[in-house]
């Protein structure tokens, strides 16, 4: 029985899931990880999804594929980039895996580009083949699906729509070294940022917010009413309105999905985002839909497995 | 012996180029037409080609490919958008083609999507996967082409790149009916006002331009050291560069092309557009190839004769 396999990777755990090649889940497991970078780290790995296989009846050699999502940059030939956030070494894990699982593709995938890929394999966009993924997160980053398959960039930056410029006059340097990107509005972060600015700005007392990234508590106040909650709200849609119709203007969509950690207020900016867009976007792609992601957190787990099962598919077909 | 069509359609005329499968062109030849909207026009298209063919000891049915550059929008699933600059009749057309060429796949192919594909059939891109083609002429166009394939967009606007917005500030209105797009500064006509207004703000008697698209004189000023010259050379190299840092944030792609009836001056401005896309980009895509496109104004009939073998594979792939 053949079985497919899912991995977020993270700096202290890994969550894998397997799945049919079909596109079920059959099972999500967190295992926990010292840093993946020696021998002993990658057998905790290979060892714990042998556990999980065996759980559903499948041994090493039923693993067609196995993705691995992570945090950080992966270029068109599968060349993994700097990773800030995590610990890792990617050539000892392939060759692990590689080890443990020898009828398995292997392949990295960026995180939000698996997001992508996760809608497009089980998700909201299943079937769609022109479509941007926005995850507004602690950052800002993108999954572009064009003609049925990601764009990883040259680079490894394709997506990297949280570092397009909205706003040439700011004063505060992003995380890239640049002045006004997208992602330090649009984040959590930036949307906590713009809030307690507006306030500083009116002199009003802000809500209470728990930390940097609590966007939460500025959706709740926005919903109670609170001006200032409303115009950093506003603003951001504007920001990310914006960027979005510089995106049409390069791939043209047919659809913008949003997700990350912001996308669980969804329903209360996307009247303003929509609003926004259309006031921007060049007439042609006007009409674009711009809808709320469906997996959640897992929609990762589900692309990067989607993205080994096709590079399977394509290497097969000796492209 | 299979043989490949490549059209351009104009107002007044087209220019067909005869084709190999490989890519070898072995004949250009212009068919003065009337407007293309009905049976009578369509003959005079179907007619000539075949005399083409002739030339060449090629039967109607030894064609397996045709490709149509147009002037305007084409989706991603070959539709024809609205077509402000000529009179066609798509339908009509396609209908009289595939009734002389019975084996014939048929492509329309919007003119710089279609310059695009050229340059990976047999230009300069040719082996390159992922790469942007713009088109610096009376307006500003690019083709996108990722992962091998063109970026035609959902609704026709895939590499609509003239119409990123780069100068929110701009009172003046585009053909877009928005305002600041890439197209106001970086077209020929718009070279040709930054030159006449940066003489006006200086009070300076201009060099005579013999049109509001002809930047040779511009172009001849800078070369004998103009100073307005100058300032709006460099002026339309910083909105390009602007412009390019958001595509590679969207793409990411390995290579620009410079195309288009103003890229003939490429040299003198390259390595100041070079210099500000340096400042202007994301680190990680800094490294980018700025070129010359190689084709000339026969790029756009290669590429829809490529588009349209690709199509005719694609099919018979079953995709």
């Known amino acids: 029985m053949q079985a497919v396999l899912g991995i977020d990777i993270g700096g202290t755990s890994i969550k894998a899931g397997l799945f049919s090649p079909e596109g079920e889940l059959l099972e999500e497991r967190k295992i926990p990880t010292p840093a993946l970078v020696n021998a002993e780290a990658f057998a905790i790995v290979t060892d714990g999804l042998t556990l999980l296989l065996a759980a559903h009846e499948n041994t090493p050699e039923d693993v067609i594929a196995c993705g691995l999502d992570i945090p950080g940059p992966v270029a068109d030939d599968g060349k993994v980039g700097f990773l800030p956030n995590i610990q890792l070494d990617p050539d000892g894990l392939v060759a692990a895996i590689s080890a443990a699982f020898p009828n398995a593709s ?74 006004g990107c997208l992602e330090q509005y649009a984040s959590a972060k930036g949307i906590v940022r713009l809030y307690l600015e507006e306030c500083e700005h009116r002199g009003v007392t802000p809500v209470h917010v728990e930390h940097a990234t609590d966007t939460l508590s500025v959706f709740r106040a926005l919903a109670k009413g609170d001006e200032c909650a409303k115009i950093a709200v506003d603003q951001m849609c504007e920001y990310l309105a914006q960027a979005m119709s510089q995106v049409s203007c390069v791939v043209d969509p047919a659809m913008y999905l949003i997700g990350g950690g912001v996308a669980g207020s969804f329903a209360t900016f996307a009247p303003e985002l929509r609003r926004r867009f259309q006031a921007h976007a060049l007439p042609t792609c006007k009409d674009v839909a711009i809808e709320a992601a469906s997996l959640g957190n897992q929609a990762a787990m589900y692309g990067c497995a989607y993205e080994a099962l096709e590079l399977r598919k394509r290497s097969q077909a000796g492209k």
Not at 107 to 133: I, Y
Not at 165 to 176: D, I, L, M, R, S
């Open 106 to 179: 292997i392949a990295f995938v960026n995180d939000a580009n698996a997001a992508a890929l996760g809608e497009l394999w089980a998700g909201v966009a299943h079937g769609v083949s022109s479509f941007v993924l926005i995850a507004l997160g602690t950052g800002v980053g993108a999954g572009v699906v064009v003609n049925g398959r990601l764009v990883a960039g040259a680079f490894g930056a394709g997506g990297e729509i949280g570092h397009i410029t909205v706003n040439p006059n700011e004063t505060e340097t992003c995380g890239c070294g640049r002045h």
